[in-house]
């Protein structure tokens, strides 16, 4: 989940600016059009829809509009697959308290209009219910947790369960549930350190991984430290995590039962990682040149053409092969791609819009 608060960025790129007043950006960097592209289905009107989780029978999507760290609010989107309409799921109105709180016991109201989302992640307890988990960087820095009610004659709706709050001086990138109702979250960055996003994007340790439980908080995973750590995914059977470390460009698997890193893969700049259909792990590996992003993050509404590339790894293996790769109109700067239904929905942190590809687009190589 790429994104860095533009103080601490322009402290690093005050240092290179000679460099970068020198260096070209590439045509199709910012894109203002919504104009399909070949196979390349733009659906524009959205905010920086970073991430996607889909809802069980398959007949919507759930888009974590971002606000740029908290710099702006966003919203949970209703995503309808079938005609490409959406709506705001929350904040709509006034949210009420439930009679029990599923998170932190000091956490008893549900955020507000200033509601900034990021990272998600979807999962089935142990009782049957679903969890929604949304990273929360607006009014306050924590994890939102959303009971997702279906209903055969009934949209999906959400109601607001309580949150929980990470350990202190922590940006929250990431977010996976378990299904007995733990949550783990990686830390970007210590926010109160100004130079901590410098020292990430040099390689520096900035981030690690931490878990929560009901009854014990939140605590360090040990051996988890990384540079800009970023997205995070649990496998189907639950005894392990992928953690995404961003400038390490390398995707740490995690024995959770062991507390240890038990396989190392290599991609450059990974973000956002779903479960692809074939079981391997899609993670959007970004460029991150340094005078592209400069360009399109000085108006966030525009949509950006960052190249990138949907990278597949076998969890087993730890191997890896690009999928897909694409660079300029109609949408770049690509945070996750999700597959469904014979298509893939890939989102941003910049711009208007999310992209539909056909899935045989995705062949490999």
Same mark, same amino acid.
């Given at each position: ?5 533009r103080l ?6 005050f240092?290179?600016?000679i @460099?970068?007043s020198?260096c ?13 592209q ?9 905010q920086?829809?970073e ?8 007949d919507?999507l ?8 908290g710099?702006?609010?966003?919203r949970i989107?209703l ?8 709506k ?13 709180l ?6 008893t109201?549900?955020?507000?209009a ?13 009782d ?24 055969p ?5 959400l109601?607001?369960?309580?949150c ?12 996976v549930g378990l299904?007995?109702?733990?949550? @783990?979250?990686?830390?970007m960055?210590?926010?109160?350190d100004i ?7 040099l ?5 690690d991984?931490w ?15 990384g540079?800009?750590?970023?997205? @995070?995914?649990?496998s189907? &059977?639950?005894?392990?995590?992928f953690?995404?470390?961003?400038m390490?460009?390398e ?21 956002n ?5 074939g079981?391997e ?5 970004q ?11 000085? &108006? ?10 949907i ?12 999928i ?14 999700t %597959?469904?239904?014979?298509?893939v929905y @890939? ?10 590809v056909?899935? %045989?687009?995705f062949?490999?190589?």
């Open positions: 989940m790429q994104c860095f608060h601490s960025f322009c402290v690093l790129t240092g290179v600016a @460099i970068l020198a070209s950006v590439p045509e199709g960097t910012l894109i203002t059009d919504c104009v399909d070949g196979n390349l289905h733009p659906v524009c009107g959205l920086s829809p991430d996607i989780a889909i809802v069980p029978g398959g919507y759930l888009l974590s509009e971002l606000g740029s760290m710099e702006r609010p966003g989107v995503f309808n697959v079938a005609d490409e309409s959406w705001p799921l929350f904040p709509v109105g006034a949210a009420l308290a439930p009679r029990e599923q998170g932190d016991a000091n956490c109201e549900p955020p507000g200033e509601m900034s989302p990021h990272g998600t992640h979807l999962v089935q307890l142990e049957g219910s679903w969890r929604y988990l949304v990273v929360n960087h607006g009014g306050r820095e924590a994890v939102e947790l959303f009971s997702l009610q279906l209903s004659s009934s949209e999906p709706g109601q607001w369960q309580g929980v709050f990470p350990a202190d001086n922590t940006l929250v990138n990431d977010v299904s007995n109702g733990d949550v @783990i979250y990686t830390r960055f210590h926010p109160q130079l901590g996003q410098v020292r990430g994007l390689g520096f340790d900035t981030g991984v878990r929560w439980n009901k009854h014990s908080g939140v605590r360090l995973l040990p051996g988890t430290a540079s800009l750590t970023n997205g @995070i995914e649990v189907p &059977d639950e005894h392990f995590i953690i995404n470390q961003y390490d460009k995707i740490h698997k995690y024995d959770l039962a062991g507390e240890q890193v038990v396989g190392i893969g290599h991609v450059a700049h990974a973000d990682s779903a479960w692809g259909p079981g792990l899609w993670l959007a590996s460029a991150m040149e340094l005078p592209v992003y400069q360009a399109c993050t000085r &108006d966030q509404s525009i949509t950006c053409g960052m190249s990138f590339e990278v597949a790894l076998d969890p087993q293996t730890m191997k890896t092969r690009v897909f790769r694409h660079q300029g109109p109609p949408m770049g700067a690509a945070t996750v791609a %597959a469904h239904r014979g298509k @890939i989102g941003s942190f910049l711009g208007d819009r999310l992209l539909v056909p899935l %045989a687009e062949a490999g190589e």
